[in-house]
């Protein structure tokens, strides 16, 4: 999508949008419209009791003597509550509304509501920010698609086409266009992730995922190290490499580097897991639903959708991302259940449940950052659990800490972004449920406090470092739509985790 900001109102548009406030003085808003437009959309707005209530929008094809096909107009919501956020919101829902309507020039006239937190231009910048992050769709391989959004079959009812450009007509156009720059980058960042996540394992394998982390890290300017079985083994990989040794697509290791800070400071660490698809291995899943565990990369999506925008945004600090790329498949070589592993931290596991792969991944991974940056913060994203989704459903992750400062700034920067996190315990009480008699530990905790155990492990594996665990499970795909994304892989914690660096930017 195609974003320019300007003064002068376009002479032409699929659909011209506005915004309103609730309660507001809707004449003020209207001021921008053509004479005819401004009653008509008056008068309709009249007659659909519109108020400016959030999430209200009136439809109208726009008059003869508009060169636009309609008119719509979207509620804000009360003023009072207008954050970055809900604006931004409020920007996805007023892109799918144009989407419904295969608008694909779409102009908006915006002025930021009397009494908003907010200047003028932040507040186009958001609108904007929220249309760009909804206006995706993965539609690689629908290779019939028609280019309005129509499935080619003849079979879909009213596609929905991509917005192709957007001209927003605001009075601080410099100073909007400024504002949208980083929220731009992030917002194709945020598409970056979402098109891992949504990519089907045949394409996506471990091999695969680190060619194209790597591409975008020669793009983003991003070093990059791509660490691959051999090395893998000589790094002590071994709990990751057993996890990878059922299946033909073999592990990699990727890190990715930002030095954006200007001095060596210790870095934060990004760790994602990274399971291109999970079978379950010999312990296999039900076969019911096990086509989406080809988003079980969920995790490490978002690490290299975090580094990806903090380079493109120039981002004032010092980042690492480090991803686990397997597949869990059952084979010959496949491990067994019952297995006893080295990790690379020395501590051993008994494999008790091949299924229980993902910490196996983490607790190398998280040595190795460790051992080799010496990181100031590690957090770790992993669609680690389906016990998470019992606790929490899936409109928050679940968030485990071993300190309370990065809790609370990660939960801020969940409220202030919309991807919210939700607080559980770690406690040395839960450790007797993962110790083993023939191991140091073993990889499952039983039915109870499932997710919680899976967090106990890890935390075996942090030492000291400040550390924070996000279970995405319920989060990174097949998670509830929401105003700014209705895509499968949601592409969940790149906002987040921004965020999280912005706090720490602005000290
Ligand atoms: N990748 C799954 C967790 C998962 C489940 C993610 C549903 C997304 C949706 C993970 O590897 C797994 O299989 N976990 C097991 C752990 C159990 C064997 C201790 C689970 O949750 O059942
Ligand atoms: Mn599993
Ligand atoms: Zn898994």
Same mark, same amino acid.
């Not at 291995?281 to 990806?308: Q, T």
């Not at 690492?320 to 869990?328: A, M, P, R, S």
């Not at 957090?379 to 409109?395: F, M, R, V, Y």
């Not at 559980?424 to 140091?440: F, G, T």
């Given at each position: 999508?195609?974003?320019?900001?300007?003064?002068?109102?376009?002479?032409?548009?699929?659909?011209?949008?506005?915004?309103?406030?609730?309660?507001?003085?809707?004449?003020?808003?209207?001021?921008?419209?053509?004479?005819?437009?401004?009653?008509?959309?008056?008068?309709?707005?009249?007659?659909?009791?519109?108020?400016?209530?959030?999430?209200?929008?009136?439809?109208?094809?726009?008059?003869?003597?508009?060169?636009?096909?309609?008119?719509?107009?979207?509620?804000?919501?009360?003023?009072?509550?207008?954050?970055?956020?809900?604006?931004?919101?409020?920007?996805?829902?007023?892109?799918? $509304?144009?989407?419904?309507?295969?608008?694909?020039?779409?102009?908006?006239? $915006?002025?930021?509501?009397?009494?908003?937190?907010?200047?003028?231009?932040?507040?186009?910048?958001?609108?904007?920010?929220?249309?760009?992050?909804?206006?995706?769709?993965?539609?690689?391989?629908?290779?019939?698609?028609?280019?309005?959004?129509?499935?080619?079959?003849?079979?879909?009812?009213?596609?929905?086409?991509?917005?192709?450009?957007?001209?927003?007509?605001?009075?601080?156009?410099?100073?909007?266009?400024?504002?949208?720059?980083?929220?731009?980058?992030?917002?194709?960042?945020?598409?970056?992730?979402?098109? #891992?996540?949504?990519?089907?394992? !045949?394409?996506?394998?471990?091999?695969?995922?680190?060619?194209?982390?790597?591409?975008?890290?020669?793009?983003?300017?991003?070093?990059?190290?791509?660490?691959?079985?051999?090395?893998?083994?000589?790094?002590?990989?071994?709990?990751?490499?057993?996890?990878?040794?059922?299946?033909? !697509?073999?592990?990699?290791?990727?890190?990715?580097?930002?030095?954006?800070?200007?001095?060596?400071?210790?870095?934060?660490?990004?760790?994602?897991?990274?399971?291109?698809?999970?079978?379950?291995?010999?312990? %296999?899943?039900?076969?019911?639903?096990?086509?989406?565990?080809?988003?079980?990369?969920?995790?490490?999506?978002?690490?290299?959708?975090?580094?990806?925008?903090?380079?493109?945004?120039?981002?004032?600090?010092?980042?690492?991302?480090?991803?686990?790329?397997?597949? !869990?498949?059952?084979?010959?070589?496949?491990?067994?259940?019952?297995?006893?592993? %080295?990790?690379?931290?020395?501590?051993?596991?008994?494999?008790?449940?091949?299924?229980?792969?993902?910490?196996?991944? #983490?607790?190398?991974? #998280?040595?190795?950052?460790?051992?080799?940056?010496?990181?100031?913060?590690?957090?770790?994203?992993?669609?680690?659990?389906?016990?998470?989704?019992?606790?929490?459903?899936?409109?928050?992750?679940?968030?485990?800490?071993?300190?309370?400062?990065? $809790?609370?700034?990660?939960?801020?920067?969940?409220?202030?972004?919309?991807?919210?996190?939700?607080?559980?315990?770690?406690?040395?009480?839960?450790?007797?449920?993962?110790?083993?008699?023939?191991?140091?530990?073993? !990889?499952?905790?039983?039915?109870?406090?499932?997710?919680?155990?899976?967090?106990?492990?890890?935390?075996?594996?942090?030492?000291?470092?400040?550390?924070?665990? #996000?279970?995405?499970?319920?989060?990174?795909?097949?998670?509830?739509?929401?105003?700014?994304?209705?895509?499968?892989?949601?592409?969940?914690?790149?906002?987040?985790?921004?965020?999280?660096?912005?706090?720490?930017?602005?000290?």
């Amino acid at each position: 999508m195609n974003v320019a900001f300007t003064r002068q109102l376009p002479a032409k548009a699929d659909a011209v949008v506005l915004f309103c406030a609730r309660d507001a003085v809707l004449e003020t808003v209207l001021t921008a419209l053509p004479d005819k437009a401004r009653r008509q959309l008056a008068k309709a707005a009249g007659a659909l009791e519109f108020s400016g209530k959030k999430g209200q929008c009136v439809e109208l094809p726009a008059p003869a003597e508009m060169d636009a096909k309609w008119l719509l107009l979207l509620g804000l919501g009360d003023v009072e509550k207008l954050s970055e956020k809900e604006a931004e919101f409020a920007g996805g829902r007023a892109a799918a $509304a144009c989407m419904g309507k295969k608008a694909q020039e779409v102009v908006v006239l $915006a002025t930021a509501p009397e009494g908003v937190e907010m200047d003028a231009a932040a507040f186009v910048a958001r609108i904007a920010s929220g249309m760009k992050l909804r206006n995706y769709r993965f539609d690689r391989y629908r290779t019939k698609r028609t280019e309005n959004g129509e499935n080619g079959n003849g079979t879909e009812k009213g596609g929905k086409a991509r917005i192709e450009t957007l001209t927003v007509v605001t009075d601080a156009a410099d100073a909007a266009e400024t504002a949208f720059a980083p929220l731009s980058a992030l917002a194709d960042s945020v598409h970056f992730a979402r098109d #891992l996540v949504n990519e089907p394992g !045949n394409v996506l394998t471990p091999k695969e995922f680190a060619r194209r982390a790597a591409e975008m890290a020669a793009e983003a300017g991003l070093s990059v190290e791509v660490l691959k079985p051999k090395k893998l083994r000589e790094e002590r990989f071994n709990a990751l490499l057993a996890v990878g040794q059922g299946s033909k !697509n073999k592990p990699r290791v990727v890190v990715l580097k930002y030095d954006g800070a200007g001095d060596d400071s210790a870095p934060i660490a990004f760790i994602g897991k990274g399971v291109c698809f999970d079978s379950g291995g010999i312990s %296999i899943k039900p076969s019911s639903g096990m086509e989406d565990m080809k988003g079980d990369m969920g995790g490490a999506a978002a690490v290299v959708g975090v580094m990806r925008a903090l380079a493109a945004r120039g981002a004032k600090v010092n980042a690492v991302g480090i991803i686990g790329l397997v597949e !869990n498949m059952p084979d010959g070589g496949a491990q067994r259940p019952g297995d006893i592993v %080295i990790s690379r931290s020395g501590q051993s596991i008994a494999v008790l449940n091949t299924d229980a792969e993902g910490r196996l991944v #983490l607790a190398d991974c #998280l040595d190795y950052v460790k051992e080799k940056f010496s990181p100031a913060r590690m957090i770790d994203l992993a669609t680690l659990t389906g016990a998470i989704i019992i606790s929490l459903g899936k409109e928050h992750a679940g968030l485990f800490s071993n300190n309370d400062e990065l $809790a609370e700034e990660i939960t801020k920067a969940g409220l202030e972004t919309g991807e919210r996190v939700w607080r559980l315990p770690l406690d040395p009480a839960y450790d007797k449920l993962i110790d083993y008699e023939v191991a140091d530990m073993k !990889n499952i905790g039983g039915r109870e406090a499932g997710s919680i155990t899976a967090a106990q492990f890890l935390q075996r594996f942090v030492g000291d470092t400040p550390w924070a665990h #996000l279970d995405v499970a319920g989060t990174a795909m097949a998670s509830p739509k929401t105003d700014i994304n209705d895509s499968w892989g949601s592409g969940w914690g790149v906002r987040l985790l921004n965020r999280l660096v912005e706090l720490a930017e602005r000290g």
